[in-house]
């Protein structure tokens, strides 16, 4: 008997008859119902394979114009539907199947588990046989019997003269199409060259060979739709943001899309929406007032090309004035000849043994996929690509900085006793593992690379103060880099309260500790250097400043770095060289937590210990998320906390189109802020544009209690300590990663007052939803930091990590097996060829890897 999903096709079938075989019976015909139904034919329990043969039926009569195939093809799905025996029997399909007589003109398409199948051409397109043969360059096409058939590539049209014999290297704006001005575009995306235009991979892909209509829209779910503007209307909100409306509608209804905005954007929303124009919408389906309805969706024109040929679009990130079909048309230009011209970096050893496409047809595939199976081969090759560099890098590097010489430090074990015994509290057992490793690893000839990882408020600045200490009682000078003059000031203060805790309680002689930075007065400047060249200085915490030509030591022995990915590599090179020929052992810290199931690949050169466990006695930050029409009731809290005698941070919605744009957008909220919100109140502001002087400037009024509340935009995120500031207010948190969170809130509830953090999401999705309430269950870093490897997997994780970081852009959550693949490889490939010697393009890339850390970590 027939089931709900096969009783709703039979109806539409019955319509379509009954309207005379046009395809009209479902928007955009039977084909694009294909998806419905086999969605449907899933939650009914429905063979997939038997499903799939309908779908292909459906699709097939789609693509044929002939009335009198129609009427046959119909006349068979419905007997199939109809017939219990025709559906589980893969016997009786195929001969079902054999009886139709393909349309006059159809192409065949052979596959593995039928001789062909037929896609009659539309009546412009009409091509001779076609039969795919076994190919050579990693095509896949043979592995996919089960998928509909599609197209095949066709060949690479010929290049223009100008565009003849151009490498990879070559500027794109010797790309036909891409002038001065859409050339400035594409700088901003970090695209300068065709080799850049390859490698800039789409962040999606809409299948028009299985869109959905408005009718069969379910709530939760995230969908691409086809429709045309009915109508759009835009009105202000009392919190002064923007809301414009539109209802899209297509055959088969209405729907409401709204985006929350700043007035800066609606002029160019609305040009996006004119009235009676075909948009594609692609976004979560969610509800208001009981009605189905978009909230912030991607809205994009319509492109007629793509869609009547059933292809899968690739959807790009674009910046301001940047339109999608323009990207798309180049992006295809440039995959139909570049790709081939790319070289074959990965050995074929490697590349058999894991089954991984060539990288030709990886690039090819990634950005037109002729399936969505191809496309995730190709993906899976590239990140494979992505984390094998970075895993030949940071192994070669540990094997380099293991042959290091460093002094052997002995150190006495009744001091360190003496020293903790000297603190004011108790040490967390966490700390107290650190400590050991550090001391055996001081003791050993070769120099120490040793990352510390911790949680904020963990302990890690105690960690390194005791070493620093220790080596001090050993004659051994120490020298502490932080990214900017407040934090080193922190640390300044921190360190030398225990010091001189340290000397009072008699654990050690008294240990002289020097600040330097920019901002030390010259003749200042000239004490300390005499100081560090003579020994009589025992320990040095600073910024920049100390890897000056003018800094010599007598005796540096320890090298701590906070935040190493502030800094460049030649940085921190350049602050180990000061050790003279023997390099000082290094101890990274980083309060940003890693999962540890990714520490080996980010800091495989690094030794990793981490801090998991926190002080007792340390407060949990309150955390709420609100929705954007309760902002005034957040406001009315942070008002409420400042005439308390408190103070608070309000970070600004992240903006991807630049930092400049992102600056601008964090002047505006400063000057609405200030002007229409808490014109009572002196507020600070804090962007990424901002001089370094100007920078240190607001943190310290705000440190300083000279304003009330800090507007700052994501820089704020590592390094201010302010114990009186007691609220964390997010705008736009949805935008932000949970690590990005984490950092923000750890912000606050740095004194003895209660502390807050208030998120406040602009528009709604499954996952800012999910990584907005983990941050309100959750205190724990690392727990936070495993739930966001899960929500966006690694490549999104690595990418929003600190600058200096590695650009993981392809590698997903269900990579796990690449991350232990790469290592192996890396490993197995390193100890037959050490130094890369027999491998000279991955040697390139590896050195590729570093000038883009080193770069990185500078710019920072």
């Not at 074959?344 to 090819?364: F, K, Q, Y």
């Amino acid at each position: 008997m027939p089931n709900q999903a096969t009783e709703k096709l039979l109806k539409i079938l019955k319509l379509e008859a009954q309207t005379g075989y046009h395809d009209k019976a479902v928007t955009r015909g039977l084909q694009s119902f294909a998806a419905a139904w086999l969605a449907d034919a899933a939650r009914n329990d429905i063979d997939p394979d038997w499903a799939e043969t309908i779908a292909q039926e459906m699709r097939n009569y789609s693509a044929s114009t002939d009335e009198a195939y129609r009427r046959a093809a119909l006349d068979a799905l419905v007997t199939q539907l109809r017939s219990p025996v025709l559906r589980g029997s893969a016997q009786a399909r195929a001969k079902d199947a054999s009886t139709q007589r393909p349309p006059e003109g159809a192409i065949r398409f052979a596959t593995e588990d039928q001789p062909s199948r037929t896609l009659e051409a539309p009546p412009m397109e009409i091509a001779p046989v076609i039969t795919t043969s076994p190919s050579t360059e990693g095509d896949d096409r043979r592995s996919e019997p089960s998928l509909p058939a599609r197209r095949p590539r066709p060949e690479p049209r010929p290049l223009r003269p100008r565009e003849a014999g151009l490498g990879l290297d070559a500027p794109v704006t010797k790309i036909t199409g891409i002038g001065d001005f859409n050339a400035q575009k594409l700088a901003r995306l970090g695209i300068h060259t065709i080799r850049d235009l390859l490698y800039y991979f789409p962040m999606r892909y809409d299948d028009y060979s299985a869109l959905k209509t408005i009718n069969q829209l379910f709530y939760g779910e995230q969908v691409t739709i086809i429709g045309r503007v009915a109508s759009v209307r835009k009105h202000r909100t009392k919190s002064n943001l923007m809301i414009v409306r539109a209802v899209v509608e297509d055959a088969s209804g209405a729907i409401e899309c709204s985006w929350f905005t700043s007035e800066r954007y609606v002029d160019t929303l609305l040009k996006q929406l004119a009235v009676g124009r075909e948009i594609v919408i692609s976004g979560k389906v969610t509800e208001y007032l009981g009605r189905l309805t978009f909230q912030n969706p991607t809205c994009e024109p319509a492109e007629r090309e793509w869609i009547t040929g059933g292809s899968i679009v690739p959807v790009y990130r674009l910046t301001e004035g940047l339109q999608p079909l323009l990207m798309r048309r180049v992006m295809k230009r440039v995959v139909e000849y570049w790709p081939s011209r790319v070289p074959e970096h990965l050995p074929e050893a490697v590349r058999s043994e894991l089954g991984l496409m060539t990288i030709a047809e990886a690039l090819r595939e990634i950005h037109f996929p002729r399936s969505m199976r191809s496309q995730e081969r190709a993906r899976r090759r590239l990140a494979f690509d992505e984390l094998f560099t970075l895993q030949l890098a940071v192994l070669r590097q540990r094997q380099i900085w293991r042959q290091e010489p460093a002094q052997a430090l002995q150190v006495d074990l009744a001091v360190l006793d003496r020293l903790t015994a000297a603190l004011p509290y108790q040490l967390t057992g966490a700390q107290r593992r650190a400590l050991d490793a550090i001391v055996k690893d001081l003791s050993r000839p070769n120099a120490m690379h040793r990352l510390l990882q911790g949680d904020v408020g963990s302990g890690k600045t105690v960690v390194a103060a005791l070493s620093m200490a220790l080596v001090a009682g050993l004659g051994v000078q120490s020298a502490m880099m932080a990214p900017t003059e407040i934090l080193a000031e922190q640390h300044f203060k921190t360190v030398k309260r225990l010091f001189d805790a340290f000397a009072e309680q008699g654990a050690v002689a008294p240990i002289s500790l020097a600040l330097l930075t920019g901002s030390t007065k010259p003749a200042e400047k000239r004490a300390i250097y005499d100081g560090l060249a003579d020994g009589s200085i025992h320990a040095v915490i600073g910024t920049h400043a100390l890897i000056q030509a003018a800094v010599s030591f007598k005796n540096l022995g320890l090298v701590v770095v906070d935040e190493q990915h502030r800094f460049g590599v030649l940085q921190r090179t350049a602050l180990r060289k000061k050790g003279g020929a023997l390099s000082p052992h290094t101890l990274v810290m980083t309060a940003t937590p890693i999962p540890r199931t990714l520490a080996l690949t980010l800091y495989g050169d690094l030794d990793n210990t981490v801090l998991d466990e926190m002080p007792p006695g340390r407060q949990p930050i309150e955390t709420h998320w609100f929705p954007p029409t309760e902002r005034e009731r957040a406001y009315r809290f942070v008002q409420y906390q400042v005439e308390q005698g408190r103070q608070a941070f309000i970070i600004c919605p992240l903006v991807e189109e630049s930092d400049k744009i992102e600056a601008k957008a964090a002047v505006e909220e400063y000057e609405r802020l200030q002007q229409e919100v808490f014109p009572t109140l002196k507020l600070g502001l804090l962007h990424g544009k901002m001089k370094p002087a100007e920078k240190e400037q607001a943190m310290r009024a705000f440190a300083n209690g000279e304003t009330h509340i800090l507007v700052s935009t994501s820089v704020v995120e590592v390094g201010i300590d302010v114990p009186n500031a007691t609220v964390m207010l997010i705008e736009g948190a949805n935008r932000f990663g949970l690590a990005q969170l984490h950092q923000f809130r750890g912000r606050v509830g740095r004194g003895q007052h209660k502390s807050y953090c208030l998120l406040i999401a602009d528009s709604s999705s499954a996952i800012s939803d999910q990584r907005l309430q983990a941050i309100v269950n959750t205190q724990d870093g690392f727990k936070l930091a495993e739930i966001d490897l899960e929500i966006r997997g690694p490549g999104e994780f690595f990418g929003t990590r600190q600058s200096g970081d590695p650009e993981l852009r392809l590698v997903s959550v269900g990579d796990r097996d690449l991350l232990d693949a790469a290592r192996a490889q890396a490993e197995k490939l390193l100890e037959q060829d050490p130094e890369l010697a027999q491998h000279t393009l991955l040697a390139e890339r590896v050195a590729e890897f570093w000038k883009h850390r080193q770069v990185a970590g500078d710019a920072s």
